[in-house]
């Protein structure tokens, strides 16, 4: 999704500090709109003027703090794009981490902290069957986002709420 005109479309529906990174649909913002409402605007822009019709997934700066310090993977935050965290619409069944666990290899790893998956892939999220079986696998739609971006999106919702 081009980013240019996601930030002036958004900026024209009247939120605030609006700022984009990478042609990946990523965007932050500031609103006194509820949660769910604002959701539904950003939706809406979404199909009718970009024709995107995927789940929007909203994070607040206390809610990318609380990803950043729950990561499992501390050690694995170097080099930022073997680490990916996945936003989840819902907690999945502890039976289908275990299932996506035995794609797991060469010091790979999952794991699930509330509503966020993490994945560890140090040979690549390319390479990965661990990653290549990741959405299917788990049966929660979600968002994943390497942790450079992780880090980027959270240092964007800082600069948003000042």
């Not at 035995?102 to 140090?122: M, N, S």
Request: proline share 5%; net charge negative; with cysteine.
């Amino acid at each position: 999704m081009p980013t240019g005109p996601l930030r002036e479309k958004l900026g024209e529906a009247g939120f605030a500090n609006v700022a984009t990174y990478i042609n990946s649909g990523n965007a932050i913002l500031s609103t006194a709109l509820a949660r769910a409402t604002m959701l539904e605007q950003v939706a809406s822009i979404c199909s009718t003027e970009f024709g995107f019709e995927k789940a929007i997934y909203a994070r607040t700066l206390p809610e990318w703090d609380a990803l950043i310090a729950a990561n499992p993977f501390a050690d694995a935050v170097e080099p930022g794009n073997l680490l990916h965290a996945a936003v989840l619409e819902r907690e999945p069944d502890e039976g289908a981490v275990e299932a996506l666990r035995t794609f797991a290899v060469d010091g790979e790893r999952i794991a699930v902290v509330g509503q966020v998956a993490y994945l560890h892939t140090p040979n690549g999220f390319g390479r990965s069957k661990l990653a290549e079986k990741f959405d299917k696998g788990l049966g929660v739609p979600n968002t994943a986002r390497n942790w450079n971006t992780v880090l980027k999106l959270r240092q964007l919702a800082e600069r948003a709420s000042l």
